[in-house]
Structure formats: structure tokens, C-alpha cells
């Protein structure tokens, strides 16, 4: 158990419909990462906030969006989705940024029929 | 653009069959390379942080090395439980693709060990 916690673990909904995934860092981290597994594209880094605020971002399509809260916990927000977005969705946290390593939550596998 | 190739794809070994993996990356400028363990439906699970060339790092019955190209995951006779994809993941110093802390990873080596 690495301490970062993720919920839902499953998510099944229609194209076009807009999905909210949550996530909560390992105790005292304060970067979170946000991660996107498909067969074809293997992980890919979307977005990473860190203390609250957006600090770089990856692959992310203008369709996705993130916050992180006061409290650090994070949310990512997918709209207009699309049968491509069936993905497991996974969060990360670090101490801090920078070559701290990561560690993952369990993931949100999301199916868009 | 940075890249990391991971070989081979698949690698069946028999209990207490020593090998390798290889994991080679193209980057503008080397921050850490991480090794993880996946299994399926689950997500990865941090094994070693590289940061220069000659360091290595040992766990159990796995040792990674690195050098200025690749990195390798040593696996010393493998049990059954040691049956996971592993994942070789680049940190780089550059921004990169808009990625500053964001990792790079390979598509993963899926190790089979059959008893």
C-alpha cells in the first residue's frame, strides 16, 4: 500500500458526459501527478500541482482539467469524453518536486461506452 | 524529445533463471531514472531511483545499474512472485514536452517466472 488513495475504482459512463476522479497524496507529500494508462500509449504524464498550484503539464488534452485543493488532495476533471479517454487513470505523489521518487494510488479504470 | 525503449517486450524465465532487463534513454539531460514493479489492474510500485552514471542499487533479488544510455534490472534467480511488467521511467533536467517533474516511462518488459 503506497498511501496514495484514489477513488472510484471503476467508472463506466457515455461519450459526452463529464467524469470527476479524486485523489489523495501520501501523508505530507505536497506534489501530486496525474497519469494515463492505455494499451497503445503506456503511461503518460498529464498534469502536476504542487502546494496547490499547477507546475507542469504533460499530454493533457484542453478537454481534461485538475485542481488541487487546500487540504492537497486533487481532482481530475474529464469532459466531452470520448471512447479514445477508456484509460486506467492512476495519481501520484512526492515529498516535493523535482527527482523525488513518485508513488502511485491504485487507480481509476474509466470505460466510456 | 525524450525517449525510453524498453527490451525486451516479454521475457519468460524459469525459477532461479538469472537475467537482465534493458532500459535505454535518448534525454536532453539526465534528473533520475526510476525502475517500478506493476501488476495488473494495479498501479506501479516504486523499486529504485538512478541518479549517475556507475550508481547501483540492490533489493532482494534485484539490482539496477546505470550507465550514460541505459539502465539495467538485474534479476537474480527469480521466484514466481517476481512475475510483473517492470517500467523504466526518465526524469529530465530540461523542460521537455511540458513535463518538468513529469516522468518518461517505457512501455515495460512483462517478465513470466514459471516454477
Known amino acids: 500500500d503506497s498511501g496514495v488513495t484514489q477513488t472510484p475504482k471503476h467508472l463506466i459512463t457515455a461519450t459526452g458526459q463529464r467524469v470527476t476522479l479524486r485523489c489523495s497524496p501520501r501523508s505530507g507529500d505536497l506534489s501530486v501527478y496525474w497519469y494515463q494508462q492505455s494499451l497503445d500509449q503506456g503511461l503518460q504524464f498529464l498534469i502536476q500541482?504542487?502546494?496547490?498550484?499547477?507546475?507542469a503539464k504533460g499530454n493533457i488534452l484542453e478537454r481534461f482539467s485538475a485542481q488541487q485543493f487546500p487540504d492537497l488532495h486533487s481532482e481530475l476533471n474529464l469532459s466531452s469524453l470520448e471512447l479514445g479517454d477508456s484509460a486506467l487513470y492512476f495519481c501520484?505523489?512526492?515529498?516535493?518536486?523535482?527527482?523525488?521518487?513518485?508513488?502511485f494510488g491504485p487507480g481509476t479504470r474509466l470505460t466510456v461506452l | 524529445e525524450d525517449q525510453v525503449t524498453q527490451s525486451p517486450e516479454a521475457l519468460r524465465l524459469q525459477e532461479g533463471e538469472s537475467s537482465s532487463l534493458n532500459c535505454s534513454y535518448t534525454?536532453?539531460?539526465?534528473?533520475?531514472l526510476f525502475w517500478y514493479r506493476q501488476d495488473p489492474g494495479k498501479g506501479p510500485e516504486f523499486l529504485f531511483t538512478?541518479?549517475?552514471a556507475g550508481e547501483e542499487k540492490e533489493k532482494e533479488r534485484l539490482k539496477a545499474t546505470l550507465t550514460k544510455k541505459e539502465s539495467f534490472l538485474h534479476i537474480t534467480a527469480p521466484k514466481p512472485e517476481d512475475s510483473a511488467t517492470y517500467l523504466c521511467?526518465?526524469?529530465?533536467?530540461?523542460?521537455?514536452?511540458?513535463?518538468?517533474?513529469?516522468?518518461?516511462f517505457g512501455k515495460g518488459t512483462h517478465l513470466i517466472i514459471q516454477p
Open positions: 521511467a526518465v526524469q529530465t533536467l530540461l523542460y521537455s514536452g511540458g513535463g518538468a517533474d513529469g516522468l518518461t
Open positions: 538512478l541518479y549517475s
Open positions: 501520484a505523489s512526492s515529498v516535493i518536486g523535482g527527482a523525488w521518487e513518485q508513488f
Open positions: 534525454v536532453s539531460g539526465l534528473r533520475g
Open positions: 500541482y504542487y502546494n496547490g498550484e499547477e507546475r
